[in-house]
């Protein structure tokens, strides 16, 4: 696996060319890492729900060869947030076990006769769910989902070197604002707070995120009705 991106992103437009590519990956031997990478509010983790599920229905559960390890199940605890004063940016790059990500990653990736477990992401919690996402030896196609999967910071570098092939959901700004807006006002907070959290913090990381996206294998472009996007 080379882990230097091409000099152009291939293109992927709509669901039929999305899932088209993730058969010509899951057809071929072994075990393969597929990241898809985006900023928040883009439908990235709606777009791998979809994809596994309709690559389930394609091959079936059993044995099972598709599973998901997402970047999100490395957000700190709270608790450790709050001491290191980073509460308010909560889903910066500094604020997820990076190392914790990147280890999962290669050994995912270095494969094994045990069932390896991933922590999920409760957004009702707003917290890591440990054991969330079980992915069995059977499995051979891992989606690993995750804002800053094409970060190149030496530390972000190693969860992208894990990876054999890496998109990037685009998402119009303002489309991605409503949805963040949406998403944390359905998670408790109110209208003013909610515009508050995601202009001062995250419309930077999705700028932050933005940058990145040209260091992706392919780009990822879905109508905003198409499934696989969230509904805001």
């Given amino acids: ?101 990147a280890s999962l990653l290669a050994r995912l990736r270095a494969g094994g006769p045990e069932e390896v477990c991933a922590p999920s992401f409760s957004r009702v919690h707003d917290a890591p769910v440990p054991g969330g996402h079980r992915i069995p030896a059977t499995v051979r196609l891992v989606i690993c989902e995750g804002n800053y999967l094409l970060l190149d910071t030496e530390a972000w570098a190693q969860v992208r070197g894990c990876c054999d092939e890496t998109w990037f959901l685009q998402v119009d700004e303002e489309i991605a604002r409503t949805r963040l807006i949406a998403r944390h006002t359905t998670g408790g907070r109110g209208g003013p707070a909610a515009r508050k959290r995601v202009a001062e913090n995250d419309l930077e990381n999705l700028r932050l995120v933005d940058r990145t996206a040209m260091r992706a294998d392919y780009l990822v472009r879905l109508a905003p009705d198409e499934p696989g996007t969230p509904v805001p």
């Fill in 1 to 101: 696996m080379d882990p230097c991106p091409p000099a152009r992103p291939g293109v992927l437009i709509g669901r039929a060319a999305v899932l088209a590519r993730a058969q010509a990956l899951l057809a071929g031997g072994g075990r393969f890492l597929l990241g898809i990478a985006g900023p928040p509010g883009a439908g990235k983790s709606s777009l791998a729900d979809w994809l596994a599920a309709e690559l389930d229905a394609r091959h079936g559960t059993s044995p099972r060869l598709v599973a998901q390890a997402p970047m999100d199940g490395f957000h700190l605890p709270n608790d450790t947030l709050a001491r290191l004063g980073l509460a308010d940016r909560k889903g910066a790059p500094e604020t997820f076990d990076v190392a914790g990500y």
